[in-house]
Nanobody, 116 residues
């Protein structure tokens, strides 16, 4: 059974940091590219960052470049999103996605709230 379980969300003040984790099981994690998406209230779900299966290639949305870092540990079947210099507009539910050859798996999300 495929599972993607996000964790690490919460309430943080503007300028603060959070580290999200996404633990994967039920598929060959090291063969899948991984992405983080986010969805703010009333808005569409948008890609935040992605990483190739080996971890050598990464891509970021312009809005988070220089502030967020995606990484993965294939030995632990986990992908991470380090978020620094958080802004109120980063408030959203954050989802991880695994994808390969037209197959997508999604987690259920973790809420990040940036507020003073």
């Amino acid at each position: 059974q495929v599972q993607l379980v996000e964790s690490g969300g919460g309430l943080v003040q503007p300028g603060g940091s959070l580290r999200l984790s996404c633990a994967a099981s039920g598929f060959t994690f090291s063969s899948y590219a991984m992405s983080w998406y986010r969805q703010a209230p009333g808005k569409e779900r948008d890609m935040v960052a992605s990483i190739g299966s080996s971890g050598r290639s990464t891509n970021y949305a312009d809005s988070v470049k220089g502030r967020f870092t995606i990484s993965r540990d294939n030995a632990k079947n986990t992908v991470y999103l380090q978020m620094n210099s958080l802004k109120p507009e980063d408030t959203a539910v954050y989802y991880c996605k695994a994808y390969r050859a037209g197959i997508d798996y999604w987690g259920k999300g973790t809420l990040v709230t940036v507020s003073s």
